[in-house]
Structure formats: structure tokens, C-alpha cells
């Protein structure tokens, strides 16, 4: 009898096309390759997934202090602008990336954070400390993301986004309904508390300038967005995480091995939301109005083209498009009027080359710009390593 033929080794080209072919399918796993400590890879960052994560939040934050000292009024308005939608993004991506839901409602989860900082804010009186505000508002936004995904738990795919699409579209009209109470389509005025006196030492003792309220309000969205991404970044690598991703991946293989689907899925709407409403709540501070028109469809679709942009899955990926939703906007807008385009053309220019950039972004890097990095590493990656096991099978042959 003849021995049955060993299958001949993979060459590196080889197992390169198998990756690029599975780009389209990993699209969210991509930015959940594994770092460079759970790979044996050169680091210089603790192995401990927390303590990690801590060098990277006080890195962060050296960063945000540095960004904010050296930008213009103008450009810290902006940023505190990108907090918010990363924020946001960066719930969002979870429920997407890491879970598979896609939701179309989360702007009306933005509005419900940002009514509630807007009432505790207009009090008679002293309001309570600005912690304990974004507090209730994150608490009210998951109680109202827990009731949107137990009604949705079972709903996959495009009925969960029609789901999500009809609560984006109807809570933000409760604003008309409670005129008296939510202020109908004029809104809410916000009224931003001041500097504390330890904010104001600190930005003296680090810049010598005094602190004004448009950096003060960008200074408390980067707080807020250092600890969104801190927590989320270690809930995704938890045992929660990697259970959101076999249910994604796998429901079949999860639910035999025990998973409950539904409140899984329920779990990662509610941390979600629970995002959503503290984004709402740095939203209505910055913009200093909370108005049904700041929370129509448009949000929550921006939310989700920044995303599917950046990477889904990718905290990274949500920073990164929550950035260009931003900024991309009046650097077309000014490079439209330095063509000679009026203000209208140029305006209207502005949505149209983010479209083009979605559509580039999603023929040549369908992973988003994270994933699709981190999928040509990988790549590379597996490309050295056939290399290295090919080179002594060729040096046997040859002797």
C-alpha cells in the first residue's frame, strides 16, 4: 500500500492571497488581531492587559494636554467636538464591531444624555457636581439602551437597523411633545459651570495662561474620552469581550456551548448606550444647546460612516473617523473658497468629498484604515514566517 501524500507546504505568496481573499470577512475581526505580548512580539509595554492600558491612558493624556496648549480657540472647539463623536463612535463600534449589531438609533441615545445634563444644569439654584450629572445622564441613557435591546434581542441584520432606525427618528419628537418641560424645537440652553480653582492651577502652573471655557469644556471631553476608551478597551479584552466576539462569529457554536444570545447582545446594546449618553451629555456642554435638530438621522449615520472609515471594532478606528467627520468638513470648505467657489458650492462641496472618501475607504481598505493596516501586518507577518520555515526544507532538499 502506498503512504498517503503529506498536503505540500503553503508558500508565502500563497498564504498572503489567503489573507487579502478573507479581507472582506474579517473586516471587524481585523482590529482584534492580538498584540504584540500574546504573539511573542518586541514590546516595550507591560504584558498585564491593565497596566497596559494605564500607560497608554497616561500617554494619552500627556498627549491631550500637549494638543490643547498649542492649538488655537478655534481648534480646541474642534477638538471637544471630536470627543463627543469619538465617544459615541467608540460605543458604537463595540456594539458593531465586536458584536454585529448595527444600530441606526444612536443619536436618540446622544439626545437622551444630553436633555439630562441639560435639566441638572438649568436648575434653580446650585446644580450638582458635573460628575454626578454625566453620571445620571450615562445611567438614564442604559436604562434606555436596555429597553431598546430587550425589545431588539431578537432581531438580526437590517431588521434590527429598521429598529433602531424608527427610535432615531421618534424619541428626538418627544421634544415637541413636552414643550414646556424640553423647550419644543428651540431646545434646552445649556449653561456650563465654570473652571474649579484646581483646573485653573493646573492649565497656570502647566501654560501660565488662564483658562478659558472653550478649553476648559475640551479639557473634560478628552477626560471623558480617556476613560470611555480605557474602560472599553479592557471590557473588549475581558472574558465579556471574547464572548461578544464568539457570538459574532459563531452564534451556533455560542449557543451550544451555553451562551445566552439574547442577553449577550442585550449587554453590549446597554454598554453602548451607556457611551452614547455620556457623549450626549460633553455634546450639550459644548454646544451649549440641546435641540431636537442636533439629533436627527444624519448623527447616527455620521456615527456609523466613522466608523465603517476608521475600523470596525477599533477604538483606534472610531478616534481616527470621529477626526475626519470633523475636520475633513471645513478644510473642504476653505479649499472650495480658495478655488473661487462661493459659499453655498462650497458648503455643498464638503458632503460630497466625504462620500468619495467612504467610497475609496471601502473598495481599497474594506477593513477601514486600522484594519486594513493591521491586515497587511498580519499579512507580513504570516509571509516571514513561511519564508523562515521554507529556508532549511529548501537546504535539506538541496544536501
Excluded at 504584558?47 to 491612558?57: A, F, G, M, N, P
Amino acid at each position: 500500500m502506498s503512504e498517503p501524500q503529506s498536503p505540500a507546504p503553503r508558500t508565502g505568496t500563497q498564504l498572503t492571497e489567503e489573507v487579502v481573499e478573507e479581507a472582506p470577512f474579517t473586516a471587524t475581526a481585523a482590529a482584534n488581531a492580538p498584540s504584540a505580548q500574546a504573539t511573542g512580539g518586541r514590546t516595550f509595554l507591560p504584558r498585564s492587559t491593565l497596566l497596559r492600558h494605564l500607560v497608554i491612558l497616561v500617554l494619552g493624556a500627556v498627549a491631550a494636554v500637549i494638543l490643547l496648549e498649542i492649538t488655537d480657540p478655534f481648534t480646541n472647539s474642534q477638538l471637544a467636538s471630536v470627543t463627543y463623536y469619538a465617544i459615541a463612535a467608540g460605543g458604537l463600534t463595540v456594539l458593531t464591531g465586536m458584536n454585529g449589531q448595527i444600530s441606526l438609533g444612536h443619536g436618540a441615545l446622544m439626545a437622551v444624555g444630553a436633555y439630562t445634563t441639560a435639566l441638572f444644569l438649568g436648575v434653580d439654584g446650585e446644580p450638582l457636581p458635573l460628575p454626578v450629572i454625566f453620571l445620571v445622564a450615562v445611567l438614564i441613557a442604559t436604562v434606555v439602551g436596555a429597553l431598546v435591546g430587550v425589545a431588539a434581542a431578537r432581531l438580526h441584520g437590517p431588521y434590527l437597523a429598521g429598529a433602531t432606525l424608527a427610535l432615531a427618528v421618534g424619541l428626538p419628537g418627544l421634544a415637541l411633545y413636552f414643550r414646556d418641560t424640553l423647550g419644543g424645537e428651540q431646545g434646552l440652553r445649556v449653561r456650563a459651570p465654570q473652571p474649579p480653582d484646581w483646573f485653573r492651577n493646573f492649565l497656570s502652573w502647566v501654560s501660565g495662561n488662564a483658562p478659558s471655557s472653550t478649553k476648559w469644556l475640551a479639557y473634560v471631553g478628552a477626560i471623558c474620552l480617556l476613560i470611555t476608551f480605557f474602560l472599553l478597551a479592557n471590557l473588549v479584552r475581558s472574558r465579556i469581550g471574547r464572548t461578544w466576539r464568539a457570538v459574532r462569529d459563531q452564534e451556533v457554536a455560542a449557543e451550544l456551548a451555553g451562551i445566552n444570545l439574547g442577553l449577550w447582545r442585550v449587554l453590549a446594546f446597554t454598554v453602548s448606550a451607556a457611551a452614547a449618553g455620556l457623549a450626549g451629555a460633553v455634546l450639550a456642554l459644548v454646544v451649549r444647546l440641546a435641540a431636537p435638530s442636533g439629533f436627527t438621522l444624519v448623527l447616527s449615520l455620521s456615527l456609523l460612516t466613522a466608523i465603517v472609515i476608521g475600523g470596525l471594532g477599533s477604538l483606534l478606528g472610531a478616534l481616527l473617523g470621529s477626526a475626519l467627520l470633523v475636520f475633513l468638513p471645513p478644510y473642504v470648505t476653505n479649499l472650495g473658497g480658495g478655488l473661487g467657489l462661493d459659499q453655498t458650492e462650497s458648503a455643498q462641496l464638503a458632503p460630497f468629498v466625504y462620500g468619495v472618501v467612504l467610497i475609496i475607504a471601502m473598495i481599497f481598505a474594506p477593513a477601514g484604515f486600522v484594519g486594513s493596516i493591521r491586515l497587511r501586518w498580519m499579512s507580513a507577518r504570516a509571509t516571514r514566517g513561511a519564508s523562515g520555515r521554507g529556508a532549511p526544507a529548501r537546504d535539506e532538499t538541496r544536501a
